[in-house]
């Protein structure tokens, strides 16, 4: 089993910066991929970034391309966000989870997600 919680959220202006950590618990972590989810009010969860088990390989959402970097580091369990230039759009809860395999954009492929932290951008 894997547990994950997300931390960095935040109220932030438009154009500022904000890195989202996500730490897992358990010693499977590395043999996941890690995906980045948002939720806007009213909305339905999107994907945003995924990162392969040995952070070789990344995919993003094209609306993030560009501004949002993800990446992690095994020996401690973590998974980043890295988010530039944001904008009033971006603001949603972003959830971390954790994939064995299927299709990185599909919410119904993972099987383990985090509690959300909240991402306000301000214009």
């Known amino acids: 089993q894997v547990q994950l919680v997300e931390s960095g959220g935040g109220l932030v202006q438009a154009g500022g910066s904000l890195r989202l950590s996500c730490a897992a618990s358990?010693?499977?972590?590395?043999?996941?991929?890690m995906g980045w989810f948002r939720q806007a009010l009213g909305k339905e969860r999107e994907f945003v970034a995924a990162?392969?088990?040995?952070?070789?390989?990344?995919q993003y959402a094209d609306s993030v391309k560009g501004r949002f970097a993800v990446s992690r580091d095994n020996a401690k369990n973590t998974v980043y966000l890295q988010m530039n230039s944001l904008k009033p759009e971006d603001t949603a809860v972003y959830y971390c989870a954790a994939i064995r395999s299927g299709d990185w954009s599909q919410e119904w492929a993972y099987d383990h997600w985090g509690q959300g932290t909240q991402v306000t951008v301000s214009s």
């Open positions: 358990g010693p499977t972590f590395s043999s996941y991929a």
């Open positions: 990162i392969s088990s040995g952070g070789t390989m990344t």
